[in-house]
């Protein structure tokens, strides 16, 4: 069955580890608009149950990722504002055709960097490599890394098949060149009331470069602020030690919180926005009824 199919797409979301929330959302959109353009009309009340598990098992996928949770929430809320099938759908495939904020994103980043000729990075993020490729041909681009899974290795590659100079360093070693760097540019997982969750490491650089004076820059779409301070959880501990020996305890954490206060400027699809203005986009946020019993499981007590 199509609901099935959808179902199994969206759960296996929450195994992809090397994918960056960008791309993870657009597996999700893809998901969502097949579903939504072949699925058979049937009664209302069926069609929305069914869009409300997918949205639930989609929020679920990955804990930390908010821009899976704002789709969710989104999605149900257009859901339930429409008074047919018919009318979802339309309100639907117009909701998703218009989702993607990458080129308004990219137009405010380049243009704000553009002066910029050394940049650091960690980890890997769509969006940053996209937004590096376009500042100026030759960009000197230093990456961490990022263990366990050392996902900095695939953006160094892709830098340097975009002709950027890049320097590839251990996540450790990145504190010796950043002063080097005339900038920090991260991307994130969540921008929540607390500040920005992403891979683990980045509150350390953000810390370091704040001491120093050198200005830290998150790049990511509005899509990604969550309305609540959100757990960071831990991860397989396999991926940092296969068989380690005896009684020794390895803990796995992906991602780390860097508060607003090591945080410059945030590019966005609306401009370069200072923590303040994001702020006051979190507190806007409405969550939908059918997610709420969830954030009290998920969010730190």
Known sequence: MLYDKTL??????????LSGATEIEAKALEAFTYFIGHTQDGSLSSFR??????????????????????LSNDILHLSHAEKSVKGIKESLTTY????????SI????????????CIVTHSRSSLV????????????????ESRPLNEGRRLASELASSG?????????AIYSLLPKAECVLVG????????VINKIGTMGIAAVATEQGIPVYVATSLHKLFPYPLPISLRDYHEVWEQPPGDIEVENFYFDLTPFSHINNFLTEKGVLDPS????????IQVAPQLLSMLAQRTPR
């Open 49 to 70: 149950n069914k869009i409300t598990t997918l949205c639930i098992q989609l929020a679920q996928a990955q804990s930390s990722m908010s821009s899976l949770f704002n």
């Open 96 to 103: 998703f055709t218009n989702y993607d904020s990458t080129d």
């Open 277 to 284: 203005k994001i702020t006051e986009n979190i507190q806007s």
């Open 106 to 117: 990219l137009r405010y980043a380049v243009e704000f960097l553009l002066e910029n000729s």
């Open 188 to 195: 994130a997982d969540a921008v929540t009331p607390l500040g």
């Open 129 to 144: 490599l996209q937004i590096l490729t376009k500042i100026n041909p030759g960009i000197h681009v230093i990456c961490t």
């Open 8 to 17: 199994k797409i969206i759960k296996a979301l929450s195994k992809d580890n």
């Open 164 to 172: 950027a100079r890049v320097t590839l360093v251990v996540d450790t």
